[in-house]
């Protein structure tokens, strides 16, 4: 069979890839469950849910259809002068489900973080008392358009944009593992600079609830997240949760700092919110930030949008979406003990450093001095893990699994089993 193995397109350009230096990209032709099929014939496990969004599998059928079924009735309309049934719903279920009244939609997991940093910063103006200081956590990632790149970490990624970069407070993010003895000494650092920085007014104090992921899959206890709430919370900060990764189940619950026993008063969703078949961003907001907005004042307005804002199709998936998750909650429920026996014999490896994990997502280091992100360690076990069927995409020298919720044991055995192999051959 004609393939396109090892070509680069003329017309395409990639993200995230140096197209220099790098492999082409693989072609994939079709996806069903777990598994992505290539254009050769080959069949991979996306053992990365496809950067975080295929959240139930691909090619999954009741999404397939709900998508369908609302194309022939209403693709789009403007959300500006309309509403429309798909949205209603969606609004009543998120908001009953997350305590958070209204909706804000967007287009991806940015713009849903972009949009809680509009809201929050201009909540305070509304109010007549501005707050000028924004807190977020060090080694942060929320996303590649401005607002949402101020508010991560600076990395090689912003490097070029920082002088256009606004400027954020950073805290430490005490990150733990499998036999920490450091944790609560870091905990008790992170929390004591957070609440020097809190004494200056805040207007809202922004986190990947549990887990950093671009930042290396990052974890820290709930409990923390709960110290992290009551600081801010004393401060009057807003807090804003960004369950653009943990959203959906990934934590185990549907939402990971809800889960947790924290209440933000901002939240950005995307990724799994249509079950990773469209693009699609949710800012929820309380019903208190939204009341701010309300004003004979036009200034008062939240004056923001997009094309596709709400867009039917995306609602109807993220319905379907809902819905699987509601029927089958021990799906992402048990995803967390189902990895740990696995990871506990990984562990065993020496190759691995750091063994950690929540809900659905295992992680781990590769052991060896100096391994950061452009370290060719995690390229090296990409192709290794290709050679046996499984795709991965190790962030430098941190390795992970985060799989749709449909793969089944045999396939995550796979995975580990491929991953211990891979392991030896480093
Ligand atoms: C926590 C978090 N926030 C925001 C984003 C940005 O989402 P998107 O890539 O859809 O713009 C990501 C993407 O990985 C993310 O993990």
Redesign the pocket.
């Known amino acids: 069979m004609a393939t396109s193995e090892g070509r680069w397109h003329p017309h395409l350009w990639h993200p995230f890839i140096q197209a220099a230096t790098a492999d082409p990209p693989l072609r994939a032709v079709a996806g069903q469950g777990a598994v992505l099929t290539l254009d050769d014939g080959r069949e991979l496990i996306d053992a990365i849910s496809s950067?975080?969004v295929t959240l139930h599998g691909h090619g999954e059928a009741s999404i397939a259809a709900a998508i369908a079924d609302q194309a022939v009735r209403l693709e789009q309309v403007i959300f500006a002068d309309f509403r429309h049934p798909a949205a209603e719903r969606l609004g009543e279920r998120l908001s009953a489900l997350s305590g958070l009244q209204r909706l804000f939609f967007s287009d991806?997991?940015?713009t849903a973080?972009e949009v809680a940093i509009k809201i929050a910063w201009q909540w305070w103006r509304n109010r007549g008392e501005p707050r000028d200081r924004l807190i977020a956590f060090e080694g942060a990632?929320?996303?590649?358009t401005f607002g949402?790149m101020a508010v991560g970490a600076r990395s090689l990624f912003s490097e070029p944009f920082e002088p256009l970069l606004f400027s954020v407070a950073r805290a430490p993010w005490p990150a733990t593992w499998w036999n920490d003895d450091g944790v609560e000494g870091r905990e008790r650092e992170a929390l004591t600079r957070l609440e020097e920085l809190l004494e200056v007014p805040t207007a809202a104090v922004i986190l990947?609830p549990l887990v950093q992921?671009?930042g290396g899959m990052a974890m820290v206890r709930p409990r923390f997240l709960r110290a992290v709430a009551e600081r801010a919370r004393q401060a009057g900060a807003l807090l804003i949760a960004?369950e653009?990764?943990m959203g959906f189940g990934r934590s185990g619950h549907l939402f990971a700092s809800t889960g947790a026993g924290v209440q933000p008063d901002l939240m950005?969703l995307?990724?799994g919110l249509t079950g990773g078949f469209l693009p699609m961003g949710v800012t929820l907001a309380s019903e208190a930030i939204y009341s701010g907005f309300l004003s004979e004042e036009p200034r008062h307005t939240l004056y923001h949008g997009h094309s596709f804002t709400a867009n039917p199709l995306g609602c109807a998936a993220a319905l379907a979406s809902l819905d699987l998750l509601e029927r089958a909650p021990w799906r992402h429920r048990g995803m967390e003990a189902r990895h740990r026996p696995r990871l506990e014999v990984l562990a065993r490896h020496p190759a691995v450093r750091r063994p950690r994990l929540t809900g659905g997502i295992a992680a781990f280091d590769l052991s060896g001095p100096g391994l950061d992100y452009l370290h060719p360690a995690g390229r090296r076990l990409q192709r290794l893990m290709l050679e046996q069927g499984v795709f991965l995409r190790p962030l430098g020298s941190v390795v992970y699994l985060l799989p749709p919720l449909c793969i089944d044991d045999p396939q995550l055995d796979h995975c580990y089993g491929a991953l211990a192999g891979a392991l030896d051959r480093l």
């Open positions: 950067w975080w991806n997991g940015s973080v990632y929320h996303g590649d949402a990947e992921g671009a960004d653009v990764l950005a995307s990724k």
